[in-house]
T-cell receptor, first 113, second 112 residues
Framework: GQQVMQIPQYQHVQEGEDFTTYCNSS?????IQWYKQRPGGHPVFLIQ?????EVKKQKRLTFQFGEAKKNSSLHITATQTTDVGTYFC?????????????FGAGTRLAVHP | DADVTQTPRNRITKTGKRIMLECSQT?????MYWYRQDPGLGLRLIYY???????NKGEISDGYSVSRQAQAKFSLSLESAIPNQTALYFC???????????FGPGTRLTVT
């Protein structure tokens, strides 16, 4: 079953409002990645977090990795219509001798002008 | 990313038919993956290959098989397609363990 839970499943905001999606794992992750998939497109890598408590920023996007390396969040400040898409977290978990990337179900963001 | 290509982009087939989805990459990566995307379920790993001689099952491999013909080519086969295999299929590559993955444009498969 799903080992990486992501909430909310869907969020609708007005342009200019903030947006946050949360990712939780039942087990410790080696690292966590975030991807964005535009409507009709394919997932595109945004960032990777490795260290406990790490915070990284990309312009209006802020990514956090929890102290226990079991949760993460993506916060978008002042959303724009270009932010529309589905945001996936994906955690690397060491299992069976390999690092396996496990995706959350994604949060679909709709931004209305 | 044009570095990872998938063919066909869309396919409609009938129950019981054999179908092959192909993936090619020019990134020079050793690691290749096949994922399936269904609404509300995210991306689920079908098979992965760390080099030409190393192929491994993912979490949902039943009903699927793969072939790694070369470092740059990784194909996914449905031996006898069934309607619940209707989904969007993505191929991806990565350079090493725990590195970012690069996805192809996807193949939308419909089984009637």
């Amino acid at each position: 079953g799903q080992q990486v839970m992501q909430i909310p499943q869907y969020q609708h905001v007005q342009e200019g409002e903030d947006f946050t999606t949360y990712c939780n794992s039942s087990t410790t992750l080696s690292n966590i990645q975030w991807y964005k998939q535009r409507p009709g497109g394919h997932p595109v890598f945004l960032i990777q977090l490795v260290k406990s408590g790490e915070v990284k920023k990309q312009k209006r996007l802020t990514f956090q990795f929890g102290e226990a390396k079991k949760n993460s969040s993506l916060h978008i400040t002042a959303t724009q219509t270009t932010d529309v898409g589905t945001y996936f977290c994906a955690g690397y978990k060491f299992s069976g001798g390999y690092n396996k990337l496990i995706f959350g179900a994604g949060t679909r963001l709709a931004v209305h002008p | 990313d044009a570095d990872v290509t998938q063919t066909p982009r869309n396919r409609i087939t009938k129950t019981g038919k054999r179908i092959m989805l192909e993936c090619s990459q020019t990134k020079g990566h050793d690691r290749m993956y096949w994922y399936r995307q269904d609404p509300g379920l995210g991306l689920r790993l079908i098979y992965y290959s760390f080099d030409v001689k190393d192929i491994n099952k993912g979490e949902i491999s039943d009903g699927y098989s793969v072939s790694r013909q070369a470092q740059a080519k990784f194909s996914l086969s449905l031996e006898s397609a069934i309607p619940n295999q209707t989904a969007l299929y993505f191929c991806a590559t990565s350079g090493a363990s725990a590195y970012e993955q690069y996805f192809g444009p996807g193949t939308r498969l419909t089984v009637t």
